[in-house]
């Protein structure tokens, strides 16, 4: 995992402090002596976190916090706020400004970077989600405001409370009651079902519980795919540093440790509340939108239209991060020998067939979609050429390997491939070069006997 952290404090000794032990993990790291210079640096670069000093002369950190916050450019980067002031009334202060997290001085090695790793991964998803909405607006097609009523307010919010002794969980009820409705539950898997079947906002997690391992728990929730996305608020003990560092590997959202101040336990939920009706608009939006416009009836995959738009965006992104980007081109051989030979309703199932395969071999964060006729295009982010090439021949096997059987007449037939790979590291200069290569590359596949994979020279 790597980013890019600002790093905001007046002091040269702690900004090199924490420049050093973010260094030793390979982030990448900027550095800023006071919030103008942050400010700059944000609005002009590509940042993932930043770890921003509270006491600052000039303008402090809660106002730079807000500035960021109401700034549409930067509003979606996470803020840690950095101090050596340890009052709740601070910390309620920082998050009622924006922030997503905080880090008391001296700061914790372990600590530090598995709260940078798990902001990372949030900011990762929604740089995602944010480059697809992008795309459908490039797109000219219609989109609700994405941002409306995503602060968490509009509504009471949906909790729901994991915890095992009744004093604590009405003490908790108590203080969410004015921002949310509380559902609260001693049996840890009876909570782990509930969570899956109703909608939440916001499950709570005392690591207190009786008879179940509360990390065994966060890790099922993000295990299940209905919860995978669903924030998690730790309540533990001060001092359990090795149960919070576990846990914020395992990727719940935030922690918050007894005794519980509840405005900070308000401000905490507020924020979480607000990052998943944010993330799940963008979700609605973008499916609603894109869905109809940009993808193939026949297959179900993104169609040229979306391939031409998005396909920009990740080049541009690759080439900002210094990040490799590959292009995988695929050709069914012999296709018109199937639609001669049975049909086109034959034709129309085996083209369906392929791209439920080529959905099967590529992972979460590649772009699949239909060329055209029988050609498809797979974009695979982050992906240099050699691991592309190892995608391409798993998908070419699997093709090779199982018949395509026909559902009507129960005829199987063996269809074969051919892959065409290329990567920016062959120095395509433009997204219009990267598929170029990539198509001449599949040529020499065809032309070198079909049903193999050929990467485009450097």
């Not at 400010?39 to 000039?58: E, K, N, R, S, Y």
């Not at 491939?417 to 198509?439: M, R, V, W």
Request: glycine share 6%.
């Amino acid at each position: 995992m790597t980013a890019r952290i600002l790093v905001v404090d007046d002091i040269p000794a702690n900004v090199k402090l924490l420049e050093a032990r973010l260094l030793a993990e390979y982030f990448d790291v900027l550095t800023a002596s006071d919030g103008y210079k942050a400010l700059a640096i944000c609005d002009q670069t590509h940042v993932d976190v930043i770890l921003l000093d509270i006491m600052m002369p000039g303008i402090d950190g809660f106002e730079v916090c807000e500035r960021l916050k109401a700034n549409p450019r930067t509003a979606h980067i996470p803020v840690v706020m950095v101090t050596a002031l340890d009052q709740p009334s601070d910390r309620v202060r920082g998050l009622k400004a924006g922030a997503d997290d905080f880090l008391t001085k001296p700061v914790n090695d372990l600590q530090l970077i598995a709260r940078v790793k798990s902001l990372v991964r949030l900011k990762t998803l929604s740089d995602e989600l944010r480059i697809r909405a992008d795309t459908a607006t490039d797109l000219n097609l219609p989109t609700d405001d994405l941002l409306r009523g995503a602060d968490g307010r509009e509504e009471l919010g949906s909790v729901l409370l994991v915890d095992s002794r009744a004093s604590s969980q009405e003490r908790i009820i108590k203080a969410l009651k004015p921002i949310a409705e509380v559902t609260a539950m001693s049996d840890a898997q009876a909570a782990l079902f509930e969570a899956a079947e109703t909608p939440v906002d916001l499950v709570i997690v005392n690591a207190n519980l009786d008879d179940y391992d509360p990390l065994r728990l966060c890790s099922q929730l993000r295990s299940l795919e209905r919860t995978r996305f669903l924030p998690i608020l730790l309540v533990t003990e001060l001092g359990d540093e090795d149960v919070i560092v576990r846990a914020l590997d395992l990727g719940i959202n935030d922690y918050i440790v007894r005794p519980l101040d509840p405005n900070e336990l308000i401000a905490r939920t507020l924020t979480q509340i607000k990052r998943k009706r944010y993330n799940d608009r963008l979700r609605t939006s973008v499916r609603q939108t894109i869905e109809l416009a940009v993808t193939d009836p026949l297959t179900g995959l993104h169609n040229r239209r979306y391939l031409d738009n998005h396909l920009k965006a990740l080049f541009n992104r690759a080439a900002l991060r210094g990040r490799p980007l590959s292009v995988c081109m695929t050709d069914i051989d012999r296709f018109k020998l199937v639609n001669d030979t049975y049909g086109h309703d034959a034709g129309d199932a085996v083209l369906r067939e392929f791209a439920s395969r080529i959905r099967s071999t590529v992972r979460g964060a590649d772009l699949a979609c239909r060329f055209g006729g029988e050609e498809f295009v797979v974009v695979m982010p982050d992906t240099d050429g050699a691991t592309a090439a190892l995608i391409a021949e798993r998908l070419r096997g699997m093709i090779e390997r199982t018949p395509f059987i026909l559902k009507d007449s129960g005829i199987a037939l063996n269809i074969t491939a051919s892959l065409g790979i290329s990567s920016t590291g062959n120095g395509a200069e433009t997204p219009e070069q990267l598929l170029k290569q990539a198509d001449r590359a599949l040529y020499e596949a065809k032309n070198g006997g079909r049903n193999r994979v050929v990467a485009a020279a450097a």
